[in-house]
């Protein structure tokens, strides 16, 4: 049985009654080493999915620069869901920063969310969520300055501190350089 993941659809949606016997047989998780694709720009997926281990990031790149999107830590969705739904081309990458295990969500479990009762609200609350997230990261790059973006980073998602600078900085927009002037800044603030 895949704990977190139950527990992630919970917390989303505290009421929805899971049928955890014709969920679980459908599941299949997915080992991606440091380095890997789990997918990339252009490829059609037939799923979207849940981080169980590991550390991933959605990326897409521009004029030869990568712009990281999103990260994926542990017990959390991982996916582009307009191609796995529309089966459209992936406009951007998702590689694994460290050995991953992703839990594969495919057309088959959603099908059979959709039977469930409440099936249809909890995958409706389920893109409502992923949609809020895209709002609140583009909101934050327009009205946020990079030192807010990093120190709202530094609050919400304490388990950044375990990837690379380079991503983070691709992430907030700047340069790497940048970010190691920001981070002394920040340190000479505080002392």
Known sequence: MYEP?????????????IDVMRIDPLLKPKIIKKG???????????????TLKGFLRTFFIKDGKEFT?????????????????????????????????VLIVNHQVFNAFEELPDGQKFLRLHAENLAFMLRDKLLSLFRDSPEQRYLNLIQTES????????????YLGIEPESLSRLKRRIYQKKS
């Open 69 to 101: 999107l999103f990260f994926h830590p542990e017990h959390r969705p991982v996916g582009d869901y307009e191609n796995f739904r529309k089966q459209k081309p992936a406009c951007f990458s998702c590689q694994a920063i460290e050995d991953s295990e």
């Open 5 to 17: 993941f139950y527990e992630f659809i919970q917390q989303l949606s505290p009421d929805f009654k």
């Open 159 to 170: 388990e950044l501190q375990r990837i690379p600078q380079y991503y983070l900085a691709s």
């Open 36 to 50: 890997e694709f789990l997918f990339q720009e252009n490829d059609i997926c037939d799923f979207v999915g849940f």
